[in-house]
């Protein structure tokens, strides 16, 4: 299958300070790319939806000032947490989906970061 | 709104035994229907989907998944369970919203196989 590749796989920050997560699409062309978040024991909560060349639509309830997704590429997508603090503290997972009929492409997942803000 | 349900939290099983991770949704119009699997502090790794076609599907590791109109159902089922197969399991059903297609999650249903 398609590989996604994350960056890093574990940060530990102080509070307040930024903290930006890499997702690229290592075999494939990906014009979207979704950004979730997941907690303890929890499902996934999709954050955005990131679209290359163009601006970043966000999930209710999600800060598009405090988690800058930025997608300047076919094939990276970076997620920036910004004055992070503890509460920010979570696993991060990518995923981008390949092409297929409309909406039938499976995602493809990448292995995740996990911030700690201490 | 659009949903997707997986009751149970954690479903146990012997090696050997037949498992079956329920998985319930609730879309307007045709569902588009998937199944992933996380193992611990990884990402998710597609198993199978159902876009139309046949109601039984087959995917990866011996996985397959029956989808029933009737009962708004997409249960992911395997003949004999592997204690490899112990891992977080995911019903998703893709959505069309105003930003285009997207991805909801059920819950996730922990799975364990015991020796």
């Known amino acids: 299958g398609a590989v996604v590749s994350q960056h890093p796989s574990r940060v530990i920050c102080k509070s307040g300070t930024s903290v930006k997560i890499e997702c690229r699409s290592l075999?494939?062309?990906?014009?979207?790319m979704f950004w979730y978040r997941q907690f303890p024991k929890k499902s996934l909560m999709l954050m955005a939806t990131s679209n290359e060349g163009s601006k970043a639509t966000y999930e209710q309830g999600v800060e598009k000032d405090k988690f800058l997704i930025n997608h300047a590429s076919l094939t990276l997508s970076t997620l920036t947490v910004t004055s992070a603090h503890p509460e920010d503290s979570s696993f991060y997972i990518c995923?981008?989906?390949?092409?297929?009929?409309?909406?039938?492409?499976?995602?493809?997942f990448g292995e995740g970061s996990r911030l700690t803000v201490l | 709104a659009q949903s997707v349900a997986q009751p149970e939290d954690q479903v146990n099983v012997a090696e050997g035994n037949p498992l079956t991770v329920k998985c319930t949704y609730s879309v307007s119009g045709n569902p588009y229907l998937f199944w992933y699997v996380q193992y611990p502090n990884r990402g998710l790794q597609f198993l199978l989907k159902y876009i139309t076609g046949d109601n039984l599907v087959k995917g990866s590791y011996g996985f397959e998944a029956e989808f029933n109109k009737s009962q708004t159902s997409f249960h992911l089922k395997k003949p004999s369970a592997l204690v490899s197969d112990s891992a977080l399991y995911f019903c998703a059903v893709r959505v069309m919203d105003t930003g285009g297609f997207k991805t909801i999650f059920g819950a996730g249903t922990r799975l364990f196989v015991k020796a």
């Open positions: 075999d494939f062309q990906a014009t979207t």
């Open positions: 995923s981008a989906r390949t092409s297929g009929r409309r909406g039938t492409g499976e995602l493809f």
